[in-house]
């Protein structure tokens, strides 16, 4: 690719929050991005809309029921229309993309993502599933390809803005920072009683529901430490979290000599995707700037894992390792939107995940099929559980 040609960008997870922050950078910066590629999981009048406006040379609804619709909403424009799990991982590793974005939530974001990496594409990843899943198998083909993954997590981000420049042998420790979400101050007793609208109301972050009900939980912060350990290699007792509130430090690096590095911002995602996108070139966001002033007091304290022991399993499914991550995040995914639709309590996702996990054939080194076979049998062992209680 010429060094003045626009990026060529699929965005995997177009119509979700990630998904269409990514495109207002793209829209931001017309001269250097070119969103060559849309996929959606169902939103297909949104994914619509976003062609009318972006223009790609490929649309891609990962629901096969819905590929007419789509088909005839962009018609006229002359993008090619796909649908289907498969399609949407060929449309990660052609040729017309130089960088996919993973903005979808969940397992469905591992098998596109692999294919990217085959492809040797570089990947702004933001689906920290993939390497919750199967980290171990992931960062073995990074290895192997010539793919670059930079993360978009806020806290990742922060992580590797920190680590710029630094030797990996002066690393001592990562600090992961967490807002502690809607229940940081409720009492243990209360959580019995919190809904799914309590849970949905983050005090400081805009994010899909899914995501949002793992803040609450804090697994989401479990999951952040397990990615961190894949991305940078660094071992989980030397990962640990602290609850921010005011979600201003996104993380922090601890060094030998005793120096720590943080990075600051406001909680908004456009910085991190913008610095993802830029392979670490800094761009203008078009958003406010901070003002210290305006944040005089930042304070840090323990989380509370007897309120919160999801986020114990971190520690648990690294040090058990195979699948228990993969079926972790089944169980987890199950149970979370069990709870979103009131079949169970809050505190019921904690225990259904450790009954699945405890149910679940474990495979100490599990290939591609062991993950998927895995991640099958856990989200019906956690569907089963779920159903009868």
């Not at 979808?104 to 919750?132: F, Q």
């Not at 609850?243 to 600051?264: N, W």
């Amino acid at each position: 690719m010429m060094e003045l040609s626009r990026k060529r960008i699929a965005v995997l997870g177009s119509t979700g929050s990630i998904g269409t922050q990514t495109l207002d950078i793209i829209g931001r910066h017309p001269d250097m991005f070119e969103a060559a590629t849309l996929v959606a999981g169902s939103n297909v009048n949104a994914l619509a809309e976003q062609c009318r406006r972006f223009h790609p040379r490929r649309a891609v609804i990962a629901d096969r029921s819905l590929y007419a619709r789509l088909k005839d909403a962009v018609a006229s424009m002359g993008i090619e229309v796909e649908a289907g799990s498969e399609a949407v991982a060929y449309a990660m590793a052609t040729d017309d993309v130089d960088m996919v974005v993973t903005a979808t939530v969940g397992y469905s974001g591992l098998a596109p993502t692999i294919s990217a990496i085959n492809a040797g594409k570089e990947i702004a990843l933001a689906n920290k599933e993939t390497l919750v899943v199967a980290g171990d198998l992931v960062t073995r083909l990074l290895r192997r390809s010539g793919s670059r993954m930079i993360p978009v997590d806020s806290e990742h981000s922060a992580i590797y803005q920190c680590l710029a420049g630094e030797r990996q042998e002066s690393v001592s420790r990562l600090i992961i920072t967490a807002s502690g979400g809607p229940f940081r101050t409720f009492r243990k007793e209360d959580l019995e009683h919190v809904t799914p609208d309590d849970a949905l109301r983050h005090p400081n972050w805009s994010m899909g529901a899914k995501i949002t009900i793992d803040s609450a939980t804090m697994l989401n912060k479990a999951f952040e430490i397990i990615e961190a350990h894949w991305l940078f290699g660094v071992p989980a007792d030397r990962i640990s979290a602290v609850v921010h509130p005011q979600s201003i430090v996104h993380s922090m690096v601890e060094f030998t000599d005793g120096a720590m590095k943080a990075q600051l911002g406001l909680p908004d995602m456009h910085l991190p995707i913008s610095y993802a996108l830029g392979l670490e070139k800094r761009m203008p966001t078009g958003e406010p700037a901070m003002t210290l002033a305006d944040y005089a007091m930042l304070t840090f304290e323990a989380p509370d894992t007897g309120k919160f022991p999801c986020l114990t399993l971190a520690g648990y499914s690294l040090e058990r390792g195979g699948n228990t991550a993969c079926v972790v995040n089944a169980a987890n995914e199950i149970a979370n939107e069990a709870f979103r639709r009131g079949r169970i309590r809050f505190t019921d996702i904690y225990p259904v995940i450790m009954d699945t996990v405890d149910r679940v054939a474990f495979v100490a080194e599990p290939t591609l099929s062991d993950y998927v076979e895995s991640n099958d049998e856990a989200r019906r062992v956690a569907l089963s559980i779920i159903t009868s209680r």
